[in-house]
């Protein structure tokens, strides 16, 4: 692409066109440089290695076209790529939603049902219940603030509870027809509620949730009886630390 200084077709006289003979000049455009331009004149001097790679490939880069609808691309393409970097969605919701914000812009048809894979809808009210706190309970804001704008016609209602009671309480209230929609807790639950049939298996609903964006082994870690009973939202690594002063030879393993 390009960044352009566009001529108005109301101007007249010569000093606009002296503006723009200024700015094509090398020394003017290597000013420019501190600020990351990438230049247009490729007789300008570079001292950034990184510009100066970019100015290279401008001379073998395929632009992209001057259609009008190129105008609506660039806010949702450029949220897409946020999305991705700051882990607030996968790659693939990221380019559908950004495709679907881009054709509606254009009054264009997205792509047939048959071609796309089937997106849950929200409405109503969604109930969540979680023992996070601190910037956990925070950062959990955020993302029910981030679906909420995706899905306006959602809530979600939230209940902290202090993670040793999270479980008693869910299992209390689920067993007699109540409690929340959603619950967060660790795998260590799993066996316990699939068995008291408190939770539902998710593998029917693998394409529908995006369990198959996720990393196969986090899935295949949430499986109980050859079925997946819980959704990774993250994962964990748990290590043994021990002090080198103290314990001069750690034993090769633990029996």
């Given at each position: ?190 066996g316990e509620l ?23 082994s986090a899935v ?36």
């Amino acid at each position: 692409g390009t960044k352009n200084i566009f001529l108005s077709a109301n101007t007249s006289g010569d000093a606009p066109l002296a503006f723009l003979k200024f700015m094509s000049e090398a020394d003017t455009q290597k000013m420019l440089t501190q600020v990351g331009h990438i230049p247009s004149n490729p007789d300008v001097q570079v001292d950034d290695p990184i510009i100066a790679d970019f100015l290279t490939q401008t001379g073998v880069a395929s632009y992209f076209p001057n259609e009008p609808e190129m105008g609506a691309v660039w806010t949702p393409a450029g949220d897409m790529i946020i999305k991705v970097l700051e882990g607030k969605s996968t790659a693939a919701d990221a380019v559908k939603e950004a495709c679907q914000l881009i054709n509606a812009a254009n009054n264009k048809e997205v792509a047939p049902a048959a071609m796309m894979p089937t997106a849950p809808t929200a409405s109503g009210t969604i109930t969540l219940w979680h023992g996070w706190t601190g910037a956990e309970a925070d950062k959990l804001a955020e993302v029910i603030t981030a679906f909420q704008t995706r899905f306006p016609d959602a809530t979600v209602d939230t209940l902290a509870v202090p993670f040793d009671q999270l479980k008693n309480k869910f299992t209390t209230e689920a067993s007699t027809g109540g409690g929340p929609d959603l619950v967060i807790g660790p795998k260590d639950w799993i066996g316990e509620l699939a068995q008291a049939g408190l939770i539902q298996p998710l593998d029917d609903l693998a394409t529908k949730i995006g369990l198959n964006s996720l990393n196969q082994s986090a899935v295949d870690a949430n499986r109980f009886q050859s079925k997946v009973w819980a959704f990774p939202e993250s994962t964990e690594a748990v290590g043994l630390w021990y002090n080198k002063t103290m314990v001069t030879a750690p034993p090769a393993d633990t029996e």
